[in-house]
Nanobody, 122 residues
Framework: QVQLVESGGGLVQPGGSLTLSCAAS???????MGWYRQAPGQQRDWVAS????????NYADSVKGRFTISRDNAKNTVYLQMNSLKPEDTAVYYC????????????????WGKGTPVTVSS
């Protein structure tokens, strides 16, 4: 089993930046990792994913060019750098340990963190 703990959320003004972290209690080095977000009253949506060693990344169109996913397998930690934040980025952000085969979409696994809230507002 693995526990995922997100941190780094908060209140930020439009145009600002935040970096989210996802710390895993167990090893993540053999798994792809993903970030998702869920706005109030909305479904949980995929945001970004990164392959096992970080050679592949992919982003939802809504965040492409503004968000960057990265990982440090030695620290069992995944990051989401968020720049040029918009009010529509307001959501609870979750990380996930999953699978991602080349040519296929990221497949969420069973392990989720409890999320970290991000509010973008002036």
């Amino acid at each position: 089993q693995v526990q995922l703990v997100e941190s780094g959320g908060g209140l930020v003004q439009p145009g600002g930046s935040l970096t989210l972290s996802c710390a895993a209690s167990g090893s993540i080095f053999s798994y792809a990792m993903g970030w998702y977000r869920q706005a109030p009253g909305q479904q949980r949506d995929w945001v970004a994913s990164i392959s096992t060693y970080g050679s592949r990344t992919n982003y939802a169109d809504s965040v492409k060019g503004r968000f960057t996913i990265s990982r440090d397998n030695a620290k069992n930690t995944v990051y989401l750098q968020m720049n040029s934040l918009k009010p529509e980025d307001t959501a609870v952000y979750y990380c996930n340990r999953g699978n991602w085969s080349p040519g296929a979409p990221y497949s969420a696994g069973a392990y989720w963190g409890k999320g970290t809230p991000v509010t973008v507002s002036s």
